[in-house]
Nanobody, 115 residues
Framework: QVQVVESGGDLVQPGGSLRLSCAAS????????MSWYRQAPGKERELVAQ???????YYADSVEGRFTISRDNAKSTLYLQMNSLKPEDTAVYYC?????????WGQGTQVTVSS
């Protein structure tokens, strides 16, 4: 079955960095676009970054220039490198993939940016 499992969330000070990972299984990882979403308390889930099967990337304006999405097809793993973190980046971060008409989500990983 399709599974995506996030890891790497932590408590970090403003200005710090984190790298999130998402291990995928149950589908041909290299042929699908992958995305990172986040949901802060009291807010709707929002798209953070996306990477196509060919490596093209998209970033939300709020993270452009600070976050980098990447993928390792040999390891079926998606990454999100987050630099210059701000308190407003605090959220649960989710890895997701859409196969045909179904979108699959991981359980999420908590990122807290606070001094």
């Amino acid at each position: 079955q399709v599974q995506v499992v996030e890891s790497g969330g932590d408590l970090v000070q403003p200005g710090g960095s984190l790298r999130l990972s998402c291990a995928a299984s149950g589908f041909t990882f290299s042929t699908y676009a992958m995305s990172w979403y986040r949901q802060a308390p009291g807010k709707e889930r929002e798209l953070v970054a996306q990477i196509s099967s060919g490596g093209s990337t998209y970033y939300a304006d709020s993270v452009e220039g600070r976050f980098t999405i990447s993928r390792d097809n040999a390891k079926s793993t998606l990454y999100l490198q987050m630099n210059s973190l701000k308190p407003e980046d605090t959220a649960v971060y989710y890895c997701t993939v859409k196969l045909r008409t179904t979108r699959y989500w991981g359980q999420g990983t908590q990122v807290t940016v606070s001094s």
